[in-house]
């Protein structure tokens, strides 16, 4: 309700809409010292999605969002013969992205945007999980991370605006600036990373 009042206040030279999107990731983290004993992880895919806010004056517009967003790892190894066994580290936050956006093309219909700008994470839940042959086993692993997360969002899109609604889709790369590892020794570090595909309408 805030930031649609906001969007009703904003002067006429100005264009501003409110709107959710959703989509999803390919996470990861960057793990150091690396070590040739460390497995060889893989994405863990998830979904993410929230509301988002924007305001463009001309070339240059602000959007801050707030989001749902799963991250972590996988990794698979072999568990007998022609069986594999999977971990997954299933890191649930709420994220509040502050993007600057360029636009491309101020004007017209289509107008290709690229953004940029720091993140800020709060760690809901984290979940491990193992699945083999045998079946499937879980376990709260929350203790093991830091319940912030700092990062940085650099993207591309396009915006569709039409009579009625601003239709959005675009994709971006998360690049984790703090250590989330709880109990991390001297030079050990455990950084998110990943790329994500958002489609939103706003109003």
């Known amino acids: 309700l805030a930031a649609l009042t906001v969007a009703a206040l904003v002067p006429q030279n100005l264009s501003a809409a409110v709107g959710i999107k959703g989509g999803f990731n390919l996470a990861n983290l960057s793990i150091k010292p690396t070590d ?17 806010f924007t305001l463009n004056l001309g070339f240059v517009g602000i959007q801050p969002e707030i989001l749902y967003s799963r991250r972590g790892l996988m990794w698979e190894f072999e568990w007998d013969i022609d069986q594999m066994a999977k971990i997954e580290y299933m890191l649930d936050y709420i994220e509040v992205p502050v993007l600057l956006k360029l636009n491309v093309l101020p004007a017209g219909p289509v107008r290709p945007v690229v953004f940029g700008g720091p ?30 997360a700092i ?44 790329f994500s595909v958002m489609v939103g309408i706003g109003f």
């Open 36 to 52: 040739p004993e460390i497995p060889d992880f893989k994405d863990l895919r998830g979904l993410t999605g929230g509301v988002f």
């Open 119 to 148: 993140s800020f994470g709060y760690l809901l839940k984290a979940t491990g999980r193992f699945a083999s042959p045998e079946g499937t086993e879980t376990e709260d692993i929350k203790d093991m991370f830091e319940k912030t």
């Open 151 to 194: 990062g940085g969002v650099v993207g591309a899109g396009i915006e569709i605006k039409t009579p009625v609604v601003l239709l959005t889709l675009d994709g971006r790369y998360h690049i984790g600036v703090t250590n989330i590892m709880a109990d991390a020794g001297e030079g050990e570090s455990g950084k998110h990373k990943g």
